[in-house]
Antibody, heavy 125, light 113 residues
Framework: QVQLQESGPGLVKPSETLSLTCTVS?????????WGWIRQPPGQGLEWIGS???????YYNPSLKSRVTMSVDTSKNQFSLKLTSVTAADTAVYYC??????????????????WGQGTLVTVSS | DFVMTQSPDSLAVSLGERATINCKSS????????????LAWYQQKPGQPPKLLIY???TRESGVPDRFSGSGSGTDFTLTISSLQAEDVAVFYC?????????FGQGTKLEIK
């Protein structure tokens, strides 16, 4: 069954760029689906960051859109997240997940399953 | 954005009793063309990622025990655990996927009384 694993630095300095990669196993990203990033600040709820499909179509949360870039590397079966100009408010567990549901006019209408285990990223000097 | 509001924020239920969690959307999640409600439910245990329980408001994910059920339409939805088991202790989230940005409720913490 498909598995996802996040990787990247656990500590990022304020004003720098957070970079994470999600490696997908037992399923080829090229086969379809949207792939998403969701984050969870410590002790808080879930926030959808954005989603990308195998062709590179991206949809971002407007609240983060100016700072977010997602990309996909089908040769490595990975997709990535970059978040610029981070502050302490960006400290969170970052999850990658597969989006399931519908795609309409190239846009995702997705629930998320499965999820990676998550990786804690702390923004601190 | 669609605002998802869950109630209560926390609840304690005795083993074997029914647990009910509510989720209210600021706008309707029912798409009239296909009569589907674009709402999912997740369970998150400490230190684990969320686990999908329900999608399309009432379709149980494969492998999810049948004591979990989802109901509701439009703006008001309910997750029911018919007979609480010790392993059900968790935080539960609803999520709308009717409109981007996809948004989650704030979570409901379920404990054993």
């Amino acid at each position: 069954q498909v598995q996802l694993q996040e990787s990247g630095p656990g500590l990022v300095k304020p004003s720098e760029t957070l970079s994470l990669t999600c490696t997908v196993s037992d399923y080829s990203i090229s086969s379809g689906y949207f792939w998403g990033w969701i984050r969870q600040p410590p002790g808080q709820g879930l926030e959808w960051i954005g989603s990308i499909n195998h062709s590179g179509y991206t949809y971002y949360n407007p609240s983060l859109k100016s700072r977010v870039t997602m990309s996909v590397d089908t040769s490595k079966n990975q997709f990535s997240l970059k978040l610029t100009s981070v502050t302490a408010a960006d400290t969170a567990v970052y999850y990658c997940a597969r989006g399931e549901g519908e795609t309409y006019n190239l846009a995702p209408y997705n629930w998320f399953d499965p999820w990676g285990q998550g990786t804690l990223v702390t923004v601190s000097s | 954005d669609f605002v998802m509001t869950q109630s209560p924020d926390s609840l304690a239920v005795s083993l074997g009793e029914r647990a009910t969690i509510n989720c209210k959307s600021s706008q309707s999640l029912l798409y009239s063309s296909n009569n589907k409600n674009y709402l999912a439910w997740y369970q998150q245990k400490p230190g684990q990622p969320p686990k999908l329980l329900i999608y399309w408001a009432s379709t149980r994910e494969s492998g999810v025990p049948d004591r979990f059920s989802g109901s509701g339409s439009g703006t008001d939805f309910t997750l029911t655990i018919s007979s609480l088991q010790a392993e059900d202790v968790a935080v539960f989230y609803c999520q709308q996927y009717y409109r981007i940005p996809h948004t989650f409720g704030q979570g409901t913490k379920l404990e054993i009384k």
